[in-house]
């Protein structure tokens, strides 16, 4: 099993950056995918971006040149740098982890994000 666990979410003012951490554990595999998913109410949870161990990067267009992903292969720990944050953004953030080797989903339980006008 993998457990993946969030932290940086909050309460920021439209205009500002917060910065989201997704640390995983326990059984690893080394092909794998890890990403953010958000999720409001009444909507369905849609991907914010994914990346690679590779570094390839899948953004969707709402926050295109606004979001940076990243991760450290080594700490198995992806980031979510979020600037120039809008109040459509708040939702609650949830960590992806697609293991590939074999054919395994996981979640973290999710850290709200809060966009004030």
């Known amino acids: 099993q993998v457990q993946l666990v969030e932290s940086g979410g909050g309460l920021v003012q439209a205009g500002g950056s917060l910065r989201l951490s997704c640390a995983a554990s326990?059984?690893?595999?080394?092909?794998?995918?890890m990403g953010w998913y958000r999720q409001t109410p009444g909507k369905q949870r849609e991907l914010v971006a994914t990346?690679?161990?590779?570094?390839?990067?899948n953004y969707a267009e709402s926050v295109k040149g606004r979001f940076t992903i990243s991760r450290d292969n080594a700490k198995n720990t992806v980031y979510l740098q979020m600037n120039s944050l809008k109040p459509e953004d708040t939702a609650v953030y949830y960590c992806?982890?697609?293991?590939?080797?074999?054919?395994?989903?996981?979640w973290g339980q999710g850290t709200q994000v809060t966009v004030s006008s």
């Open positions: 992806n982890l697609n293991s590939i080797s074999d054919s395994s989903l996981y």
């Open positions: 990346i690679s161990r590779g570094g390839r990067t």
């Open positions: 326990g059984k690893i595999f080394s092909i794998n995918v």
